[in-house]
């Protein structure tokens, strides 16, 4: 409930304060994953979710840009987990690098509302400073280190043989903002746009790792289902529209509609 009156709440015992607090943050977390304009949100929304008044909120939080960037944090830590889960028994760089990065996408798609609290943007800088996203720049250097490591080990294009340049820092740094980039909006346009006919989107984030690793998309794809546990297939090839999985079928698209 997210209008109209609070519902009377029962006060909670002495000593349980954190119960409160978790149903605040709680409570934030829906109504910005949920409202049409997040930046709208107020305590006097989330006071009224709860049930409590709207000063019952400053026990917890100083005020509402404390309490949008705790639960920033809470979902960085949520996606991190996610990320990190599927990357981990990776034996050589391509499973780990793919491993997140499938993660890091289907974790958006399956999460909409929660992905666009943490990249739609649109929140005021008073409200959510810069420096509150610095879990997300963790987020992008695990794959800047992912995909180096990809790089260095490509057979026959190892730094310092002929025709290829050392990489430094920064070309790494970019080369992992590019395919971060191109991730952020496959999955931003896939939950906008679910009336579509997609491709299939373990096929697509294959294709998108493929272009930025230099690896056959077929290898890619075969890790990227071991990643999602789906069954292992060819990717079809390249101008053909595959049906669209099951597990990924866009909201609102023909497909999903009973």
């Not at 304009?37 to 005020?63: K, N, W």
């Not at 294709?207 to 077929?218: E, F, I, K, S, W």
Request: charged share 20%.
């Amino acid at each position: 409930m997210s209008s109209g009156e609070a519902v009377p709440r029962r006060r909670n015992p002495r000593g349980q304060g954190q119960a409160l607090k978790a149903e605040l943050v709680e409570a934030a977390a829906r109504l910005l994953a949920t409202l049409e304009r997040p930046e709208t949100l107020t305590l006097r929304q989330v006071a009224r979710e709860v049930g409590v008044a709207p000063a019952s909120i400053y026990g917890h939080f100083a005020d509402l840009g404390a309490l949008v960037q705790h639960v920033l944090r809470l979902r960085y830590d949520e996606l991190a987990a996610v990320m990190h889960a599927a990357a981990q028994g990776a034996d050589e760089p391509l499973a780990d690098l793919v491993g997140r990065c499938a993660a890091y996408v289907h974790w958006g798609v399956d999460h909409p509302g929660e992905y666009r609290t943490l990249f739609g943007g649109g929140m005021p800088a008073e409200l959510v400073p810069t420096n509150a996203h610095g879990a997300g720049e963790e987020l992008l250097g695990s794959v800047v280190a992912s995909l180096a490591g990809v790089r260095q080990e490509r057979p026959g294009h190892r730094e310092g043989q002929e025709g290829r340049e050392p990489r430094g820092p920064e070309q790494e740094w970019q080369a992992g903002l590019l395919l971060w980039t191109a991730l952020h909006g496959l999955v931003a346009l896939y939950n906008a746009h679910g009336n579509m006919p997609w491709p299939d989107l373990t096929d697509l984030i294959a294709r998108t790792l493929a272009l930025h690793t230099g690896r056959p998309v077929d290898e890619v794809a075969e890790l990227a289902r071991a990643a999602h546990r789906e069954p292992l297939r060819s990717v079809p090839a390249r101008g053909s529209m595959p049906t669209v999985h099951p597990s990924t079928t866009p909201p609102n698209s023909p497909a999903s509609t009973p």
